[in-house]
């Protein structure tokens, strides 16, 4: 009887190994088909069919890099308003202008990608650190009039979260519509009690759902990483900040915090405003009355485009816009980036860019919130070094900023990571400016930042111990499956 017991064990046992193996296969396949890179399909590859057990789920979480069902959504509201959008992309466009004439080719990319051009009328406003950004926002909520759009990927429970949470209960209190939208991921610490307090006094407050719908179920690796607030569809802000005491330096591991927002004014606004209204409508399936009347700002007149750019992408659009910006860069090239990861398009735009003879600085962290990130960018050393990229290590602090500055002509201020999550899974929201008085404020403000930085010496990582090189190498190995 009890070899009987065994055998039909064993036999159970083969053939659910059959089964998982034959998965993995299938698996495999499709990672071959579908994965954004030959990196990364091989590595899928040879994973699912070596190791599915663990390959197998890790693939359902990991493996897709195209969000299902949101592009869907659009169109549905779109068909359901198209009067409306119709007519605004109409307003929009009656403050069409061209970028500066090295720029030109952004202009084709940035109707193709958002069907809004580069436009007049726009007034930027540089905002250096958590202070002075929480300071403004909190004074454009306080002067509300009709509605308030806050999104935000982190929000914390804590002295900074709470400010902002009685500024829109006060403002609710009054009258004014408040919309608020979070990344469930992202702000996983944030406590209902904190929820109930915002919606028991009106405040209409949802989650992303990035797992929303079949197709999205597992999807873990999606993340929605905008920042953007607007105020009566006439002023808004975006840039690297999330909500909470870290940001304003009281995290004392990270302290003190480096980042950058912006603020606008102009046409520029009903860019975001659309960016936010189309992520509330994939949370909530709500379209929101709101204010489509632009607002120009004459005396200031700037030049800028707003890049709302994410995985339900017809196109990988951060990714190409990126790398077009790099081309063109004819004298300077100025990045300030946390997370160092490039995909090997834009890894080769910065090589060709230094090759010209540009100015390429890319100022980086020398203190880590991720390890593995952290890692990797070592990995790039020997690339940079041999085609004389300049590394920078930010010493006074985390930074957190994520910033471009192309030539004399354009800056550019959001989200957006140089690293492969910012690049095809998040949801992420550019700010380009391209207007003498903002540029030299960005290039003031990242000498500021080079003044408290130390060059990399790329020999230093020739002396490391062979377990941290090990490190850096596995690191660079799984980038493509994430």
């Given amino acids: 009887m009890g070899m009987l017991v065994d055998s039909g064990v064993i036999t159970l046992y083969s053939a659910v190994t059959v089964v998982v193996h034959g998965l993995g296969i299938l698996h495999a396949a499709h990672a071959v088909m579908n994965v954004r890179s030959s990196q ?6 040879i994973s699912l069919v070596t190791f599915p057990w663990l390959a197998v789920p890790l693939y359902w979480i990991l493996g897709r890099t195209k969000f299902h069902g949101y592009a869907e959504a659009l169109r549905l509201v779109y068909t359901k308003h198209h009067k ?72 914390y429970d804590d002295e ?43 405040i209409q407050v949802s ?39 870290e940001y304003l330096g009281k995290n004392p591991r990270l302290s003190p915090w480096r980042d950058t927002h912006m603020k606008l004014q102009g046409p520029t606004v009903q860019s975001l405003q659309a960016s936010f209204l189309q992520d509330w409508y994939w949370a909530t399936r709500q379209f929101l009355d709101v204010n489509w009347q632009i607002k120009a700002n004459e005396k200031i ?33 100025w990045i300030a980036t946390p997370y160092f990861v490039p995909d090997e398009a834009t890894l080769t735009a910065l090589k060709l860019a230094a090759m010209r003879g540009v100015d390429v600085r890319i100022i980086l962290p020398n203190r880590p919130d991720h390890l593995f990130v952290y890692l990797c960018s070592f990995s790039y050393y020997s690339e940079m070094e041999a085609i004389g990229i300049k590394l920078y290590r930010y010493k006074h602090g985390f930074m957190h900023q994520k910033i471009i500055l192309i ?62 090189k090990l490190a850096v190498r596995v690191s660079r190995l799984l980038m493509p499956l994430l």
């Fill in 40 to 45: 990364g399909a091989i590595a899928w590859g």
């Fill in 84 to 155: 409306l959008a119709r007519q605004t992309y109409v307003n929009i466009a009656k403050f069409k202008t061209a970028p500066p004439e090295k720029l030109a080719q952004l202009q084709p990319l940035a109707e193709a990608f958002t069907g809004i051009p580069f436009t007049s009328g726009n007034a930027a406003e540089l905002l250096i650190d958590g202070q002075q950004t929480y300071e403004a926002m909190l004074k454009a909520i306080a002067f509300a009039t009709n509605y308030i759009l806050l999104q935000s990927y982190i929000v």
């Fill in 207 to 245: 989650a992303f759902h990035t797992t929303k719908g079949k197709g999205n179920r597992f999807q873990l690796n999606f993340r929605n990483h905008r920042k953007i607030l607007v105020v009566d569809g006439e002023t808004a802000f975006l840039g690297g900040l999330n909500i909470g005491d």
């Fill in 301 to 333: 007149n700037q030049t800028a485009f707003v890049l709302p750019t994410g995985p339900a992408d017809q196109l990988k659009a951060c990714n190409l816009f990126f790398v077009n910006a790099i081309n063109q860069a004819q004298t300077r090239l």
């Fill in 160 to 202: 900074a979260g709470n400010e902002f949470k009685d500024a829109l209960i006060d403002k609710a209190k009054q009258g004014i519509k408040v919309y608020f939208l979070y990344d469930e991921i992202g702000s996983n610490k944030l406590s209902r009690s904190y929820i109930e307090s915002l919606c028991k006094h009106g």
């Fill in 407 to 468: 030539d004399e002509d354009i800056a550019g201020v959001g989200t957006v990571n140089l690293d492969n999550r910012s690049f095809f899974l998040n949801f992420e929201v550019m700010g380009f400016v391209a207007a003498p008085q903002f540029v030299e404020s960005v290039e003031k403000m990242l000498e500021d930042d080079l003044a408290v930085s130390i060059a990399v010496d790329f020999a230093e990582y020739q002396r490391k111990p062979l377990w941290f």
